[in-house]
């Protein structure tokens, strides 16, 4: 009786929840802002394809900056949470409340491990010499890449609070199941995203000697 | 389950006893007065405000227009400074747009959507509220920057360190409203403070977050209405009996999802640029300028139909109800509307014609530019359809509506011109260009949306406005609106240029100058009337009958003012333009056997949305004064993220409550045709 007094519940036109459709809805924004952020950079790598140099005057290419293994690493992490996430998802709607905080609890550690690498990564890429100050590449890199890790970072937020709530017992039924699933959503939209900039902003850089976008110096032999 | 209500059905929502949310606080479900406008989460209510506040900024955007037009008067005036002019005309712009337009739309949507799709609240009442108070919060950031100007001008300032080293000292946003980089921008190297040299002061930072935070509310508001109106129709409301007015707020909000993320990572990437010393448009660091101007017209020319479609929406309401005729071919204006959604983002570069993108691109966005004018042309003809051979009453609603006609027809046609590449790179800059988004925006957009006003007002307030000031009010809009931007089309053509503080005598642009500043008097003066005889009415007004227009849609089926439950018993459609079918045609309006003394739902109130909106707020206020220096705004700022997460956080907490409301059973159709229609 309640459960359908409750507006968020009531039945919908479409069928499809209210809460559903609304991050269905944020995601199709979501991904005109990374669209934005990814074509920003893709620019300026095409305009400035030697890379940048830092504060001593040394140019560096990007390919030689990067850490392909580590991302490698940190890529196949955030693949494996959003498997972790679909078992939550899964058990949340079965009502297993304990496989739900097993698998839940998996994909924040894993976010966090993902977070880790980037933090590591990005003081690394510091030392290195590129700063967001100094090129057009460090720019479009930090705030690119830093927008996708805030996600990451909500994201875990929101999973530990999740988390927490299940022992609350109040996190169950429908409404419990809807609120993991809508969760879920973000997870993977966020996970689908690091597989395009991963694509576009590290693997890229590996085709052929001088990568994707050369180096603008003649093709070494 | 913590979700459930727990009270018997209440005949008022003061009778309930005092309840506590999940987190143990006492819910403000019984507040009245001042405290209930503050945590109410009713659409109806929400929408009103909205209105309020819209209404207030458009006067405000109107003075710093006249202030403008003032020191136009006369050739090489000193009513204002060069520095004053450049922040005039960019808060004029900015104000008009992003707290005039938008907002009194949203007031429309707010109000209308779920009265016209039989809904009883929009899909999620709080984040509507979230919505309001977040547009407030962007607001007042926006004008707090003439806080701060006043207080240099009148030297507050000058013993604080961060004053002294102040480089500039506009206070106040004076880009333009959209902020070319790299005047906006930043030059050289940053220094270590990660702050490098900038072309402007301070409003700049306060246009960024402002714009920013507004987005953020029009974001929110909009992922809202598209649920409403997909999820919440009323048994029967298909698709396609939508109320066109319903139909163009899902267009429009389509829009703003789509077109607003570019606008904020626009808006990010130049905030970097100004505060962290990145180097996206710093031209000295190899940053492109234009991408600037890409991604902001990206936003930018979707943001024109978001301005005009819901306009379009009402007159779309309107001429219907007053030539006692169904809209001319329904599914076409809609589609059309649809259309010109997905066209407006093929179309922004002829914003950028004279930057030099080349032969094809060129080429390519004049086409596009000129396929646009197809379906709005196409509206344009429909409408000419509904009123044709209609018994049309000349109400104060359809006088505005049909300016909004005329006036739309003539922005067009200069539209259209700007259209081709070559003559627009001679009319770029000039006053042509200003006549024609006037013709749009004032002659399209305001005349549609004061036409609304007083075509829903008295469903809003019960109350119907003096129709003799009305017309009066009208006329002297319509009149001083074509005396204000009439005579601009010459002046452009002549070579006057924008966004210049003063013109020397000599150039022949004097006589005309001085037209268009008592046009704009006139003007402000008729917009001014008219919105007095609105606030007039709420107050004091005639008490009308609830169906005084007799109208077509849902809404006016229900009384005036529209109770908090809009509808006693939800009702079943079966035809589009259910109200009147359900008057003079066959399809009567069927109705669900719910409410009566089982009740209906009602969602709690609440202050979270609020406390959410505040935290914006202060980051606000924090991120200019961290660009000012100001000791200690970054924690400012860092509070401000603790507020806007903490009043998240509570209100998922807190449990979305609710309660049941008693309906009276009387009402459960609507009142007989003989007694509401006070016309034919």
Redesign the interface.
């Known amino acids: 009786m309640?459960?359908v007094?409750?507006?968020?519940h009531?039945p919908?036109?479409?069928g499809?929840d209210?809460k559903k459709?609304?991050m269905w809805?944020?995601l199709?924004?979501?991904c005109?802002?990374f669209?934005?952020?990814i074509s920003?950079h893709l620019?300026?790598r095409k305009?400035?394809p030697t890379g940048f140099t830092d504060a001593e005057g040394h140019q560096h290419f990007v390919q030689r900056l990067f850490d392909i293994e580590l991302t490698s690493f940190s890529t196949f992490i955030l693949l494996m949470s959003s498997f972790l996430m679909a078992l939550a998802v899964s058990a949340m709607h079965k009502g297993q409340i304990k496989s739900f905080r097993r698998n839940v609890l998996g994909v924040i550690i894993f976010g966090l491990i993902f977070l880790g690498c980037q933090v590591y990564e990005f003081t690394h890429f510091y030392h290195m010499g590129l700063t967001?100050?100094?090129?057009?590449f460090?720019?479009?890199f930090?705030?690119l890449t830093g927008?996708h890790g805030t996600h990451v970072a909500i994201g875990v937020l929101w999973l530990i609070?999740l988390y927490f709530?299940s022992f609350t017992g109040?996190l169950g039924?429908h409404?419990g199941a809807l609120d993991v699933e809508v969760a879920g959503l973000y997870w993977h939209f966020v996970d689908i995203v690091w597989i395009i900039i991963f694509t576009v902003v590290y693997l890229i850089e590996y085709l052929g000697p001088n990568g994707f976008w050369g180096t603008g110096l003649p093709i070494a032999k | 389950m913590s979700h459930d209500t727990h009270h018997a059905p209440v005949a008022s929502k003061l009778d309930l006893a005092p309840e506590r949310s999940d987190l143990g606080l006492l819910r403000p479900d019984r507040s009245t007065g001042l405290m209930d406008w503050l945590t109410t989460v009713d659409h109806k209510k929400i929408g009103i405000l909205y209105g309020a506040f819209a209404m207030f900024f458009f006067l405000l955007g109107g003075v710093e227009a006249l202030a403008i037009r003032t020191q136009l008067a006369r050739p090489d005036n000193d009513f204002v400074t060069a520095r004053m002019y450049n922040q005039l005309f960019t808060m004029h712009g900015t104000t008009m747009i992003f707290l005039g337009v938008m907002p009194l739309s949203a007031a429309f949507f707010n109000f209308l959507v779920p009265l016209q799709i039989g809904a009883r609240d929009v899909a999620f009442p709080r984040l509507n509220a979230f919505s309001l108070w977040t547009f407030v919060a962007g607001s007042f950031v926006l004008n707090a920057s003439w806080l701060f100007e006043f207080g240099h001008l009148a030297g507050w300032f000058k013993d604080f360190a961060w004053y002294k080293s102040l480089v500039y000292t506009d206070f106040a946003p004076a880009n333009g409203w959209f902020s070319y980089a790299p005047l906006s921008g930043t030059f050289g190297q940053a220094d270590a403070a990660l702050h490098a040299p900038r072309f402007t002061g301070v409003g700049t930072d306060f246009w960024i977050i402002g714009i920013q935070i507004l987005g953020v509310a029009s974001l929110a508001a909009s992922f809202n209405f598209i649920c409403t109106i997909v999820n919440m129709r009323a048994k029967g409301m298909t698709m396609m009996r939508l109320p066109v007015f319903t139909w163009m707020t899902l267009v429009t909000s389509f829009l703003i999802i789509l077109a607003f993320p570019a606008i904020t990572v626009a808006l990010i990437q130049l905030m970097f640029d100004r505060q962290f010393g990145a180097n996206f448009f710093n031209p000295s660091a190899g940053g492109q300028p234009i991408l600037w101007q890409h991604l902001f017209w990206i936003f930018g020319h979707p943001e024109v139909y978001i301005l005009v479609l819901p306009a379009m929406g009402i007159v779309s309401e309107i001429l219907p109800t007053f030539s006692g005729k169904s809209l001319f071919g329904y599914p076409i204006i809609v589609f059309s509307g649809a259309v010109i959604g997905f066209l407006g983002f093929a179309v922004w570069s002829h914003h950028m014609f004279t930057t030099g993108l080349g032969a094809v691109p060129t080429a390519a966005f004049a086409l596009l530019t000129m396929a646009i004018a197809v379906p709005t042309g196409v509206k344009i003809f429909n409408w000419l359809g509904t009123i044709w051979g209609g018994r049309i009453r000349f109400t104060p609603p359809m006088v505005l509506a049909l300016g909004f006609i005329w006036m739309f027809m003539c922005g067009g046609f200069s539209g259209v011109m700007h259209s081709s590449a070559p003559a627009d790179s001679q009319q770029q800059d000039s006053y042509f260009v200003i006549a024609h988004f006037h013709y749009v925006l004032l002659g399209g957009v305001l005349l549609g949306l004061m036409a609304g006003l007083y075509f829903w007002f008295p469903k809003i307030f019960g109350r119907m406005p003096k129709a003799s000031v009305a017309y009066v009010a009208s006329g002297m809009v319509i009149l001083g609106f074509n005396l204000a931007f009439g005579p601009m089309h010459y002046l452009g053509l002549a070579g006057m240029p924008r966004r210049t503080h003063t013109y020397h005598a000599g150039n022949g642009w004097e006589t005309w100058n001085f037209v268009a500043t008592i046009g704009a008097f006139i003007l402000g003066i008729g917009v001014f009337l008219a919105f007095a005889n609105l606030v007039w009415t709420a107050f004091k007004g005639e008490k009308c009958a609830s169906d005084p227009w007799d109208g077509r849609t849902l809404e006016w089926s229900l009384p005036s003012p529209v109770p908090e439950y809009n509808f006693a018993r939800s009702p079943i459609i079966s035809a589009r333009d259910a109200y009147i079918e359900h008057k003079h045609g066959g399809h009567k309006i069927g109705y669900e056997n719910d409410g009566g003394e089982a009740g209906v739902h009602m969602p709690s109130q609440s202050w979270m949305p609020m406390l959410a909106s505040f935290g914006f707020l202060i980051i606000g206020m924090g991120m200019p004064m961290m660009a000012m220096s100001v000791p200690h705004a970054g924690w400012m700022v860092i509070a401000g993220v603790g507020i806007l997460f903490t009043g998240i956080w509570l209100w998922a907490l807190e449990g979305p409550g609710g309660y049941m409301l008693k309906t009276p059973t009387g009402s459960a159709s609507p009142s007989p045709v003989s007694a509401t229609t006070s016309t034919h």
């Open positions: 309640s459960q007094a409750e507006s968020s009531a919908t036109s479409t499809i209210h459709l609304i809805l944020f199709a924004s979501d005109m802002f669209g934005t952020l920003t620019i300026y305009l400035y967001i100050q100094n090129s057009v460090g720019s479009t930090y705030v927008t609070l709530y109040k039924g409404v």
